[in-house]
């Protein structure tokens, strides 16, 4: 590793101002960003830790819920109105990584991961999110474990966040903070896809910080589930996952919620899958239906065309699992 200087700012209009110097690299649990520090994929100049900022209270606003960026995974997923009235979030988060990860990992962090690609991670091969304009290795090469949608001819990385895909399929509200100015950033604009630009990965500017999530009341409390496929039960990433909830009322379906992870460039919302399913009774062939809309524009490369059907068959089983839940 380089010689870095580290800064440990004590209130976050402090901490906004190094971060947005030149150079700078936010540290939160730092499961992410140590490990790319050590491969020298990421080789930031200042280390700006924000660990003393007063960002980890899980508390209740209105009929919603505001969790602070820097509120541990495993304290998030273990959180009585977390479980309670966010189920799919706390079955995300369990689903992630290991216990080790998750008592450090943040939910700022996980919100802003990178990608576990191969190729980002190797720098003896050409990749345009780490270098842009190098060209990317993964076109051609092993994609077993690549995305289907959101992709482009520029990057077809996955983005490996349980946690996101369930604040997808919740309406969640990213709030930030840059000196005297706030945002409140629904999560679905927060990340962006590739195309030409692999290297920006989504639209806070410099120095912009995540200060806290803030989750709406729900509908889908009694009816979610997230149902992710890996290689192995722990310390995986998704082939594919599905977030899902259903809103149910006299035998229809008033509202549902359909997030996947696992196969996409970022947490993909199904949109158009959703909308056939309401007003309509739950059934296997309703939610087969919305599994083909939700894949529909599923792009695979050599080694991944497997996952277009893994995916299908994912959404299909978390939606008979939520409709079930009680």
């Known amino acids: 590793m380089k010689p870095v200087t580290f800064v440990r700012p004590a209130d976050t209009r402090a901490a906004s101002a190094a971060a ?12 992410t960003l140590v490990d790319l520090m050590r491969l020298e994929v990421m080789t930031p100049t200042t280390v700006v830790d924000l660990g003393r900022l007063p960002l980890a209270a899980i508390e ?15 304290d998030v997923a273990n959180h009585a109105l977390v479980v309670e009235r966010y189920p799919l979030l706390a ?21 802003l991961q990178r990608t576990r690609c191969p190729y980002f991670r190797d720098l003896g091969v050409a ?30 990385a996955t983005h490996p966040s349980d946690m996101c895909v369930a604040l997808v399929a919740l309406d969640a509200i990213v709030a930030t903070r840059s000196g005297d100015r706030t945002r409140a950033i629904p999560i679905g604009e927060l990340h962006t896809v590739p195309g030409d630009h692999p290297e920006i990965e989504h639209v806070l500017e410099p120095g912009e910080l995540i200060t806290h999530v803030e ?66 009774p739950p059934s296997r ?20 065309a497997f996952k277009v059907e893994l995916a299908r068959r994912t959404v299909v089983r978390a939606l ?7």
């Not at 083909?292 to 080694?303: E, S």
Request: some cysteine; charged content about 15%.
């Open 215 to 280: 989750l709406p009341a729900s509908p889908f409390a009694a009816h979610a589930r997230y149902v992710k496929v890996r290689d192995r039960a722990a310390f995986a990433f998704a082939l594919a996952s599905a977030g899902v909830g259903l809103d149910l009322a006299d035998g229809r379906i008033r509202g549902a919620r359909i997030a996947l992870g696992g196969v996409a460039t970022k947490p993909w919302r199904a949109l158009e899958a959703e909308q056939l399913l309401v007003g309509q």
């Open 320 to 326: 008979e699992l939520a409709w079930g839940a009680s």
């Open 60 to 74: 209740r606003r209105g009929d919603g819920l505001e969790i602070g960026a820097m509120a541990r995974n495993a």
């Open 20 to 31: 947005a110097a030149t150079g700078a690299c936010v540290h939160a649990g730092g499961t």
């Open 285 to 304: 062939a309703g939610f087969e239906r919305a599994a083909a809309a939700a894949l529909a524009g599923a792009k695979p490369v050599r080694d991944n």
């Open 127 to 156: 990749c345009n999110k780490r270098t842009p304009g190098a060209g990317c290795s993964a076109q051609g090469g092993f994609t077993r474990s690549h995305a289907v949608l959101g992709t482009s001819a520029s990057c077809i």
């Open 91 to 111: 079955q995300a988060i369990a689903a992630g990584a290991s216990q080790q990860i998750r008592n450090m990992a943040t939910v700022g962090g996980n919100l």
